[in-house]
């Protein structure tokens, strides 16, 4: 064993087990000694058919998943009925409640959930333990209970309209005990329902035989020595002998707590599955909340079970988990329900919906901009497998919307790809359809990148890539390979950036060829370039070699290149705060150019269109502004609303936020544009919330910075950085997170996928809270790019390349140069 | 107006001026005889001109980013082999030009023997 790194997995659940499989199946057993605790004297079982079991459909043996001999074939030490009272992190080891204790260089938190009780007086006997006649129902033990109790018993009360409080009901439904399920909510499954979708599950089990009171707060048990009966807040009560509680669950949060985590409902980890503050520390299942998310359901489970393996493992150490879409197919005595994603519809939804109440059946699907994002279907699944998939995917709809309802010719297939038309677009932008995508997987190409290469679809916007992948995946039938290079900063060096950063500063390399030269023997990737270069002068600042053929032509000539090849002029006008004398002068150098077209921006300022390279320079000396840097990977403007001025709702002087924030970080090159606004109040008329940064004035004087936001080809809410007291603390915050970005982002990652990537509690302790104290060293590095800056439009005088400007040589040869329109 | 040097075997054969007028790694459009083209001089070594404008949406491709001899069309990167001027990212050619340079230093563009 010497030599094998110890793995101390705490928790023998499905999440734990799961893990520890994944872990086995990445050749972990070589790089492991693991060593497993379970609470429970079994091995590990699969609790999702525990209802089976509670109404004998299925013996306790058919149910497991590992056997005990399982931990023993493959070296793993497994502790059952022991539990673990503390973890010493500094010391590294785990504390047992039999004295025990264990080092480990690894460990994994998967100790699950447990039920939750509600507070009910008389729940407690006199002995401090529940009275005879109450269960839970999440173990074996509790099925073997809770069957032995109802066979004796005349009437059982279920606690908990959900689905588990259904399964209970069912289970002792069977042993011919009267059933009444007892909920609080106004209608059952309200996780999994939306109201109509209840009232027509009720009188299905109604017709079963169940009884549902709905509406109703359990206070008390009744009864001295045993359960007699159960009383309501609306002053009824219900005779019964036993009392069932599937009220829902709580994480087993505590480990985490006594070990100084991070814990909010549940333990906090990163997109590694990694506590957020302890690299060693996995923590896996319905004690991991991620994202702010803590799923209690099977499918996210395995996914973040194969990335923390992924991660442990060394496999593939840029595994990331991202959130589950929750959706959720079963069988509720015997009524088949589908239910995924959104339950209730938000105004601008689209709504598609049939009722059947008569055969029980439901059907209603929440459609957001050509996507499903929510579904309940009741008693009829025939088009389940088709949405579960449109749903996970993603997937554009038909048209006919009916066709998601019903079968209405052929009966569909099984798979969505294959009832889409080979004709349907696919990339909106490069119109390429799903058949062009089949030719060229036929062709050969194994990859998303390939096919995208070959194709041009999804090199447009990007908004379609996801689905690109996915039916790249779905034609190669599993031959799909992973192109390793969506981790890289840029496609053309096989480094992700923290390790590419960490090479150009050990070898000095400070040229863009430079980098090429040593990291690639040469072989320059064109496209590769501009990122480079951008990367380059983040990191060295004045000490970057500009080689200006690195970058693309908008950079070169400070401009926005056109479907033409003319170029668009937009001047800086901060805070989009302009005077009459700077409004007449543009007029006056637009008519003077023949500018074709001016345009107000959506970042509230003035777009020249249609100027000739070769009159960009007289043009920027004749407004005599400062370029707005409307062209370049770079920061580009803030927008902002009226403020406090003259506005009777601004709670803050969001204009001169917005000014103070450009002048600040203009021109910084950063790699994706970053878009930014400030809001004076909360009612965000500058549309600060969907901007890669942002800054909300709320009451008191403070500031909420959001960062991630986006309201182009992809639509998102920034997520709230911090709140801050003072302009100085939003631009100073602002700024931590611009570095952050600057150095840890992949080429042309917008903020919004970034922020995705890292989660937003990483970027609170790394960024607000500075657990990792770098938070001086971004500032620093910050202030040393922001003190280099100089505006690029006084190149018009002195051009940096031979013939910067020239559309055409030798100059004047045709009059074509000089064209004014 | 680039002086007609050579009409030989049929081509013609333009001065473009001297090679300094291009900075290294990048490409400039040029006017010779009643032709527009764009003139290349990657870091690889080398010139190479190439038809002026992209055959996708006839984008201006002297303002294009090279990597070794690969030019990546500003508009909506298309990719060209500048050496057989093949169309990386599709099929087809476009069309390219021999250029040489005299003791000099002057680019001598023949625009007889252009690639179709």
Known sequence: MSGKRRLVVVGNGMAGARAVEEILTRGGGEQFAIAMFGDEPYGNYNRILLSHVLTGEQDPDEIVLNPIEWYAENGIMLHSGVRIVEIDRPGKAVFCDNALWLHYDQLVIATGSRPFMPPLEGLVGRDGRYKPGIFVFRTLDDCRHIAAAAQSSGRAAVIGGGLLGLEAARGVLGYSCEVHVIELGPYLMTQQLDAPAGAILKSTMEAMGVHVQLGKKSTAVLGEGR????????????????????????????????????????????????????????????????????????????????????????????????????????????????????????????????????????KKLIVREGRLTGAILLGDMSKAAFLTQAFERDLPLPEARRELLFDIAAPSGPSTFQDMADALQICNCNGVAKGDIGRSVRAGARTARAVMEATRAGLGCGSCKGMVGELVAWFCEGQVEED???????????????????????????????????????????????????????????????????????????????????????????????????????????????????????????????????????????????????????????????????????????????????????????????????????????????????????????????????AGAHVRKGDVLCVAESHDEVIRMMGRFIQYYRENARYLERSYSFVERIGIERLRAVLVEDREGIAAGLEQALEASISDYRDPWLEAGRPVTANQFATLLPKGASGEAARAR | MPADLDTKHGGRRLSLGPLCQIPVGEGRGFEAGNERIAVFRPRCGGVYATQAHCPHRGGPLADGLLGGTTLVCPLHAWRFDLASGEVLTGGGRITTYRVVLTADGDMVIDLGIGSP
């Open chain 1, 484 to 710: 390793p290079s969506v981790h890289y900063y840029v496609p053309g060096i096989p480094m992700p950036t923290p390790e590419l950063v960490r090479s150009i500063r050990e070898r000095s390399l400070r040229s863009v060829s430079r980098v090429f030269e040593v990291l690639t023997g040469g072989v320059e990737d064109a496209t590769s370039k501009p990122g480079l270069a951008s990367l380059l002068r983040t990191i060295w600042g004045r000490d970057y070699e500009d080689e200006r053929d690195a970058r693309f032509i908008n950079e070169r000539v400070h401009a926005n290149i056109q479907k033409d090849g003319t170029f668009s002029v937009i001047p800086q006008i901060p805070g989009g705060v302009t005077t009459p004398a700077q409004l007449k002068r543009i007029a006056e150098v637009a008519e003077r150019y023949r500018v074709p077209l001016v345009k107000i921006t959506g970042g509230q300022r003035i777009d020249l269109l249609g100027v000739e390279k070769d009159n960009l320079p007289g043009l920027w000396t004749e407004l005599g502004m400062p370029s707005g840097h409307a062209y370049g990977k770079s920061y580009r403007t803030c927008k902002s609303c009226v403020g406090t001025d003259f506005c009777r709702f601004g709670l803050g002087d969001s204009t001169r936020l917005a000014i103070q924030i450009e002048e600040r970080f203009q021109g910084l090159e950063s790699p994706g544009k970053m878009k930014l606004a400030t809001a004076g109040c909360p009612r965000n008329c500058s549309e600060a919330m969907v901007k890669d940064l942002g800054a909300v004035a709320v009451e008191g004087g403070r500031w909420e910075i959001y960062v991630g936001g986006a």
């Open chain 1, 227 to 362: 359960v007699e009966g159960l009383a309501f807040a609306d002053g009824g009560t219900l005779p019964c002998d036993m009392v069932v509680i599937a009220a829902g669950i709580v994480p087993n949060r505590e480990l985490g707590v006594r070990s100084g985590l991070t814990v909010e409902r549940a333990i906090v980890v990163d997109d590694h599955m990694r506590s957020v503050d302890d690299p060693d520390i996995y923590v896996v299942g319905e004690c991991a909340q991620h994202r702010g998310r803590v799923y209690g359901l099977v499918a996210p489970l395995w996914e973040q079970a194969r990335v923390l393996a992924d991660h442990i493992t060394g496999r593939d150490t840029g595994a990331a988990y991202h959130g589950s879409k929750l959706g959720t197919k079963l069988k509720v005595m015997g009524v088949e329900l589908a239910s995924m994603g959104t339950v209730e519809a938000e105004a601008s939804d689209e709504v598609v919906q049939f009722s059947e109440p008569r055969r029980g059946v439901y």
